[in-house]
């Protein structure tokens, strides 16, 4: 069944290609689908220590449940077959063992190198600290990589030999875990070009994180001008994805709290006990000189900048942009946890598909401009014969969608909420008519893939299909009125593999 006993090797299409495998796509309430992706560089070949766990929600047993489509859960047979998948998201990797326990603990033990976190929150680390179990006879401890303020929050709340025991390599503990502590924005002494601020984590990939927001403290005390934007009458409650968040946080500034702010930064006072950090990570693999640069933007749990206190997502697409009108970055994974139904008076420091695609039409502003100036220096050395250089960039071959002109593109404004009586106009893309349209617009070629979907629990299908639906029918309606983004959107399911 899908098994082969030679190596399939890719194709160089695909060398220095980013694979990202999702592990767990949700986040919550169902303990066994939490955030988790395994991420490598094609080019490392499946080497030794050459896998990304992003965010370890969801971690052994995931992997353990897919491998058993090829292998048998358990198998009293000695001889271990020695096999390479020819097909899945392990494809190419080669399993020494019959069963698929015994595998799925073989990739963690032997090619998962580093855990890189984004936060603290237990959908995103619950695998990992139980996994550690398996963590012993390992040559190496395994890295923990992370801002300081997630690593920080960790050693202080989980391995503390209270929640769990003490298995790092600090204070005395048993040293199956060490701690990459990474510096906000890169360390800009690493690297230069595109590469600049960005550090090995594992074999083949080099990471870039930036601190974003992530909803605030339940009960944090917050100064009346900062209420706006729609006040939030819930304000009080309970949040279901941080629990209690609010006697657990609200305490000012402890250090490992994920309200902590490590370095003493420009933040006023409020800013330290009401939001809640999280962090969106640049993944990149590493240069091998076989092929073009290549990066994913990989966020954490993420509140829209439209509402929070402390608006850093901004930050993030002033860094993608470039990268996005260069082709260097062409895949986006990104929370979206809710559908439109949600108010915003309930989001918990998360987004519904309004608030992404306000989000991303910030983004797409940044990449028409970059595609602009790049066109236009690219017109410049053209002679100056030129007066339209932009469309070159723009990759607008195939144009006829009637959407929009880099001209309109410049003109994009942030609307937040869209018109909902625009939904009358438009048919959303209907699952039965084929796959939606791609459309014309600055953020061409990205792939938007959404992950931490919260699962309703209710009959019906999946939330993830009427997020992805109104997704669609956002981007008809922005098409519409000439401002498409351009983009795709995909939603993410344990099991799946994606190639960028
Ligand atoms: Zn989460
Ligand atoms: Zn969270």
């Known amino acids: 069944m899908g098994q082969h006993h030679h190596t399939s090797r890719r194709t160089s299409s695909d060398h220095n290609a980013i694979q990202v495998i999702c592990l767990g796509s949700g986040g919550g309430p169902s303990e066994d689908n939490v955030t988790g992706f395994l991420v490598r560089s094609t080019a490392s070949k499946w080497a030794k220590g050459s896998l990304l766990a992003v965010d370890a929600g969801s971690h052994l047993a995931a992997i353990t449940r897919i491998l058993e489509r090829d292998f048998p859960l358990f198998d009293a047979n000695k001889e271990p077959p020695s096999t390479t998948l020819q097909e899945g998201p392990f494809a190419g990797l080669s399993f020494p063992y019959a069963s698929a326990r015994a595998n799925a ?114 009960s944090a005390p917050r100064p009346d001008h900062q209420v706006r934007r729609g006040s939030n009458p819930n304000i009080g409650m309970m949040a279901p994805d941080g629990g209690r968040r609010a006697s657990v946080f609200s305490q000012p500034s402890q250090p490992g709290t994920p309200t902590f702010y490590g370095q003493s930064g420009p933040q006023p006072d409020f800013m330290q006990t009401c939001v809640v950090d999280s962090t969106a990570f640049f993944i990149r693999a590493a240069e091998t000189g076989m092929g073009r640069e290549r990066e994913i933007l990989v966020f954490g749990d993420v509140e829209p900048d439209s509402i929070s206190l402390c608006p850093r997502t901004r930050t993030v697409w002033a860094e ?36 992404l695609i306000a989000e991303l039409q910030v983004l797409a502003e940044m990449v028409a401009e970059r595609k602009k100036e790049l066109g236009e220096k690219a017109g410049r050395k053209r002679k100056r014969a030129s007066t339209h250089g932009g469309d070159d960039v723009m990759g607008n071959g195939d144009a006829g969608t009637g959407a929009a002109t880099p001209k309109s593109h410049h003109a994009h404004s ?86 960028f």
Not at 130 to 146: D, Q, V, Y
């Open 105 to 218: 603990v073989h990739v963690v033990r032997e090619h998962v190198a580093t855990y890189l976190i984004t936060h603290p929150h237990l959908d995103h680390l619950a695998g990992f600290a139980i996994n550690t179990a398996a963590f012993h006879n390992t040559s190496r401890p395994k890295r923990l990589a992370a801002l300081p303020f997630t690593v920080n929050a960790i050693k202080s709340h989980i391995f503390n030999d209270v929640i769990w025991p003490n298995l790092t390599d600090e204070d005395n503990g048993v040293g199956f875990v060490t701690f990459q502590r990474l510096t906000e924005g890169g360390n800009l002494a690493l690297g230069d070009g595109h590469s600049r601020g960005f550090i090995e984590v594992c074999d083949g990939l080099e990471v870039k994180g930036f601190r974003i927001s992530h909803g605030q403290c339940a």
């Open 320 to 355: 993608a942009a470039p990268k996005i009108a260069l082709g260097i970055l062409r895949g986006l994974l990104i929370e979206c946890s809710y559908n439109d139904d949600q108010p915003d008076a309930v989001l918990f420091g998360h987004l519904a598909p309004r608030h």
């Open 414 to 499: 942030v609307q937040l909420p869209l018109d909902p009586d625009l939904d009358e106009k438009v048919n959303p893309s209907e699952p039965e008519n084929g796959p939606p349209r791609i459309y014309e617009g600055p953020l061409k070629g990205v792939r938007v893939v959404v992950i931490h979907v919260k699962d309703t629990m209710t009959d019906g299908p999946p939330v993830g299909e009427s997020i992805l639906q109104e997704l669609w029918a956002h981007e008809t309606r922005l098409a519409l009125q000439g401002k498409a983004l351009g983009c795709s959107f995909e939603i993410s399911f344990s099991g799946a593999s994606f190639l």
